[in-house]
C-alpha cells in the first residue's frame, strides 16, 4: 500500500474519531469504536450486493421449506462469501431511515448485528461492539458515526472505487488494513502513554521473506500448500504468502489450493485477521484466538510454509504454569533430544527465560514441519527475532538448547541481518531466520549469514520508529544473495566505510562450543576463636532477626511454643526493619527444634575449641583430621553438613597454604582403563584432569576446587579440549585441571564477530589539518562579529 494513500486514510479514519467522539470517549479509548466499525464497514460493503439474493434464500428456506434453522451453506452461496447477514440491514440502510430517535436507530443495528453469521458474530464478540453501539446511542453520536462510516469519501473495501468527484480510492488489502491498523494503534497508544506492544511487519520485509522461503522451490511447489503463522496478528503475512504464491508462481494446468492457519492472542488483531480471511474465501475456523504458547492448538497439524514475526523482549511468565511443572518441561514442544560429550542422548530444556518467549513460537514451529518422509519437501520457516536469539542463554541452558537443536539437525540454512528503525514500534536490529528440515545436497552441514544492515533507503517520513524500507532492488539483491550462496566480501566506499551487503557460509560446527569448568585447588587455613564460631548458633540468612530475639529473649527462644507465642511481636519487628521473609523462612524462623539445632552445633564448636586450642593451622587437611577425632572422643554426632558448617565458619583460603585433599582413590585394571576410556586420554594425562599420582602404585589424589577460584573456559567444538588446556591455561595456572564432567555444549550466533568491521584510524596530518582548518574558520567568525581584520585578531 501506498504510504501517501495508507496517511491519508489513517488521518480520515482519525477524524472521524476527533469530530464524533470527542466528548463521549477520551482520545486513548477511539479504539473501542474506530477498529471494530472499519471492521464492520469492510464486510458490510461486501454484502450489499447480494443482500436481495440473501433476503430470497430467507424467505425460501423459512416459506417453502419449513426451516426452524436457517442452512448455512445455503445463504453463504447466495452471498457469495463465508459470511452472510440475513437482516433487512445493511449500513447504509441504517443511516438512510434513521430519524433523531437514537433508541430507534439502536433497535435496528442490533437486529443488523444479530443477522450476522456465526463467525461474523464472534468478531463483533471480540470488539464488544454492541457495549459500544448502545454507549454511543446513549449519548446520542450513534447516527453521526454511521454517517462518517458510509460516506463515499472513504473505501475500506478490498476493491478499488471512485468518490462522487471521480477521484480514484484505492482498494483497502489485508495487508494495507495491517497498517492503517498499527497506525491508529500507535496514534492511540501515544494518548494513553503507552507502548503498542505489537510489531507489525513491514510490506517489505514480508515481501523478503516470502522470497526467501518459497523461490528455493518455486518449481517443486505441490498443489496443495498449507502456510501458518502461530502470532498471525491481523494475518499480513498469511494473506500476502497466498497473493505471492498466486502471482508469482500459478499452477499450470492444474488448480493450487492454499490453505492459510493462524493463531492470536489479541482479540482485536484476530477480529480483523478472521474478517479478512472470510473476505478472500478462505476458512475462518483455521484461524483461532488465544495463546499459542499456553495451548497446542494444531497439535495434529503439520504445515508445508510457516511464516512468522513473533512477540520479542515480552515476559511468558503468565504462561509457565503451561508449560513448566516447577522444573520440569510438560509441554513435548518444547522438550528436544541432545547428546552429551559422550554421546548420551538425553531429553533437554527447550525453554528460554520467562522474560522473553520469542524462541518457543521457533519451537512451535519446528514441532509443526512435516517430515521429508512423509512430503518430499519437508517445511519450510521464515521467522523474524531480535539479537537475544543469536547469543542469550548459557550452555546447556534453553535458548542455547534450541540454538543446537536446530544447528545439529541440520535445519537453520540462514539468517539475514536486517537494517535498524525497520519496524514501526522498535528500532533494535531484527533479524530473519530461514529453516529447512530437508537441505539441498549443497547446503547440507552449513549455515548462511547475509547481512543487509545497510541495504535500505530512507523514508521521506518516519512512521513510527520506522525510518527507512527496502527497495525492490535491496529485496532483489538479498534473495540472489541467498540462492547464490556464495561468500560476499563487504565493499567499503571513498571514506572508507563500509556499504553494500556481506554474507558468509560456515560449518554448522563453528557455531558450537564446549563450555568447561577450569578448577583449581582449595588451600585452607584454620583456628576456633570466639568470634568465629559465635554466628553458627544462628542460620546465616535469618541472623539479623535471630540475634535480635536471643538478645531480647535469651534462652526461651529454645522452649515449645515460646516463639510462636511472639509472633504477631516478630513479624511486626521485620516489618519495621525492612526484613521480608517468605513462608519457609517464617517457619524456621519460630520451630525451636531449628533453634535447639544450631544451638547443638554452636555448642559442638564450642567443645572442640577447648580442645584443640585457638592455634593456627596451614594445613587444612590435619585441621579436619584433628577435628574428626575430638568428635568421636567426646561422642558428638554431626552430619556432614553440620559438620562442614564448623569448618567453613573457622576456615579461609590462603594461597600459601597445603591443598585440601578431597579424597584419595586408587585406580588400576579395569578400573583404571574404564576412567581412561571416560576421559578419553592416557595415563600420562590424568593430572591435567584432577587426578595426581602418589608415589604408591595404582593411588591417586583428588583435591577439593575451590569454587570462588573456578573458571569457566568455552573452547570451540572444532577443537580439542585438552590441546586447549595446554596451550590457553597450564601456562597461567600450574595446579588447574579440567572438570571434563562439567561439560555442557552450547551454540551461539555472533553476526558482530563474522561481520564487524574496524574502520582504520585516520592520520595524524589529517586530523591536524581538520584542526588547522576549524581554528581558521572561527577566526574568521571572530573578525566578522567584530569587524575588524583577520590579522588584527591575530594580534590582539
Not at 497508544?189 to 507502548?195: A, F, L, R
Not at 512512521?463 to 563487504?490: M, P, V
Request: charged letters at 30%; aromatic letters at 10%; hydrophobic letters at 35%.
Amino acid at each position: 500500500m501506498d504510504h501517501s494513500v495508507h496517511n491519508k486514510l489513517v488521518s480520515f479514519i482519525w477524524n472521524i474519531a476527533d469530530d464524533c467522539l470527542r466528548d463521549v470517549y477520551v482520545r486513548g479509548k477511539y479504539r473501542d469504536v474506530i477498529l471494530p466499525m472499519v471492521v464492520l464497514r469492510r464486510l458490510d460493503t461486501l454484502l450489499e450486493e447480494t443482500k436481495d439474493a440473501v433476503l430470497e434464500e430467507v424467505k425460501f428456506q423459512k416459506d417453502e421449506m419449513n426451516a426452524v434453522e436457517l442452512d448455512d451453506e445455503p445463504l453463504k452461496a447466495a452471498s457469495g462469501y463465508v459470511f452472510f447477514n440475513t437482516s433487512k440491514w445493511t449500513l447504509k440502510s441504517l443511516y438512510n431511515t434513521a430519524t433523531n430517535n437514537q433508541q430507534i436507530l439502536l433497535a435496528n443495528f442490533e437486529e443488523y448485528l444479530n443477522g450476522f453469521s456465526e463467525n461474523v458474530k464472534e468478531i463483533i464478540f471480540r470488539f464488544n461492539l454492541k457495549a459500544q453501539i448502545r454507549h454511543m446511542a446513549g449519548k446520542d453520536v450513534l447516527l453521526e458515526v454511521l454517517e462518517k462510516f458510509v460516506s463515499p469519501y472513504i473505501n475500506l473495501t478490498p476493491n478499488p472505487k471512485e468518490d462522487p468527484d471521480g477521484n480514484k480510492l484505492p482498494a483497502l488489502s489485508n495487508l494495507g488494513m495491517g497498517y492503517v491498523f498499527e497506525e491508529l494503534i500507535r496514534k492511540f497508544n501515544e494518548e494513553n502513554n503507552e507502548e503498542a506492544g505489537e510489531h507489525f511487519t513491514p510490506r517489505e520485509v514480508i515481501e523478503l521473506m516470502t522470497h526467501l522461503v518459497f523461490d528455493p522451490i518455486k518449481d517443486e511447489l505441490p498443489l496443495t500448500i498449507t502456510v501458518y503463522d502461530p502470532a498471525c496478528g491481523s494475518g499480513g503475512m498469511l494473506t500476502e504468502s497466498q497473493k505471492f504464491i498466486e502471482e508469482k508462481y500459478p499452477s499450470i494446468g492444474a488448480t493450487r489450493d492454499v490453505y492459510l492457519y493462524g493463531k492470536e492472542i489479541n482479540d482485536e488483531t484476530y477480529a480483523i485477521c478472521k474478517s479478512d480471511m472470510m473476505i478472500k474465501g478462505n476458512n475462518p475456523a483455521n484461524i483461532r484466538v488465544g495463546s499459542t504458547l499456553s495451548t497446542d492448538e494444531f497439535s495434529s497439524d503439520r504445515f508445508d510454509f510457516m511464516l512468522s514475526n513473533p512477540p520479542y523482549g515480552k515476559s511468558w511468565a503468565s504462561e509457565v504454569k503451561n508449560i513448566k511443572d516447577g522444573k520440569d518441561i510438560i509441554d513435548p514442544r518444547f522438550k528436544v533430544k541432545l547428546t552429551d560429550y559422550w554421546g548420551n542422548e538425553e531429553l533437554a530444556d527447550a525453554a528460554p527465560r520467562s522474560s522473553d518467549g520469542q524462541l518457543l513460537f521457533l519451537m512451535e514451529m519446528v514441532s509443526k514441519m512435516k517430515s521429508p518422509s512423509v512430503s518430499p519437501q519437508g517445511s519450510r520457516i521464515a521467522s523474524v527475532h531480535n539479537g537475544s536469539s543469536l547469543f542469550t542463554g548459557d550452555a546447556g541452558g534453553g535458548e542455547s538448547n534450541i540454538r543446537r537443536y536446530i544447528i545439529e539437525n541440520d535445519m537453520l540454512e540462514a539468517i539475514v541481518q536486517l537494517p535498524n528503525n525497520f519496524f514501526y514500534n522498535t528500532g533494535i536490529t531484527t533479524y530473519i531466520w530461514l529453516l529447512n528440515n530437508n537441505k539441498p545436497e549443497s547446503r547440507k552441514g552449513k549455515v548462511q549469514l547475509i547481512d543487509a544492515n545497510l541495504m535500505y533507503r530512507k523514508l521521506r517520513k518516519n512512521l513510527g520508529d520506522k525510518n527507512c524500507e527496502f527497495s525492490q532492488k535491496h529485496i532483489d539483491k538479498i534473495a540472489k544473495t541467498y540462492l547464490d550462496f556464495t561468500s560476499i566480501e563487504r565493499k567499503l566506499d571513498k571514506n572508507n566505510d563500509p556499504v553494500g551487503i556481506a554474507s558468509q557460509v560456515f560449518d554448522n560446527e563453528d557455531f558450537g562450543y564446549y563450555k568447561v569448568n577450569i578448577e583449581r585447588p582449595d588451600r585452607r587455613k584454620a583456628r576456633f576463636t570466639e568470634d568465629a564460631i559465635k554466628p553458627l548458633r544462628f542460620d546465616k540468612t535469618l541472623r539479623e532477626i535471630m540475634e535480635h530475639l536471643f538478645a531480647e529473649h535469651g534462652d526461651d527462644v529454645y522452649e515449645k511454643g515460646f516463639l510462636k507465642s511472639i509472633r504477631k511481636d516478630v513479624m511486626a519487628w521485620c516489618e519495621d526493619n525492612d526484613i521480608s521473609l517468605n513462608a519457609k523462612a517464617k517457619a524456621k524462623l519460630l520451630d525451636y527444634k531449628y533453634w535447639q539445632k544450631l544451638r547443638y552445633i554452636f555448642e559442638a564448636a564450642q567443645i572442640l575449641l577447648v580442645k584443640i586450642g585457638d592455634q593456627d593451622f596451614d594445613d587444612f587437611n590435619v585441621f579436619k583430621d584433628k577435628v574428626g577425632s575430638v568428635l568421636k572422643e567426646q561422642k558428638i554426632k554431626l552430619a556432614a553438613p553440620e559438620k562442614n558448617a564448623i569448618l567453613n565458619a573457622v576456615s579461609w583460603y590462603d594461597e600459601t597454604a597445603a591443598k585440601v585433599i578431597k579424597k584419595v582413590v586408587k585406580f588400576s585394571g579395569d578400573k583404571l582403563s574404564k576412567l581412561l576410556e571416560h576421559l578419553g586420554y592416557d595415563e600420562k594425562d590424568l593430572a591435567d584432569f584432577g587426578y595426581y599420582r602418589t608415589e604408591k602404585q595404582g593411588q591417586y589424589i583428588i583435591y577439593e576446587p575451590n569454587t570462588d577460584l573456578r573458571d569457566a573456559e568455552s573452547i570451540p567444538l572444532e577443537d580439542k579440549i585438552h590441546r586447549y588446556f595446554l596451550v590457553e591455561v597450564r601456562p597461567h595456572v600450574q595446579e588447574a585441571w579440567i572438570n571434563l564432567d562439567s561439560i555442557k555444549i552450547g551454540y551461539e550466533i555472533n553476526f558482530n564477530k563474522h561481520f564487524y568491521y574496524q574502520k582504520p584510524l585516520r592520520s595524524l596530518k589529517e586530523v591536524a589539518d581538520d584542526i588547522v582548518a576549524l581554528e581558521q574558520k572561527s577566526e574568521g567568525l571572530i573578525a566578522q562579529i567584530l569587524g575588524v581584520q583577520v590579522a588584527e585578531v591575530k594580534g590582539a
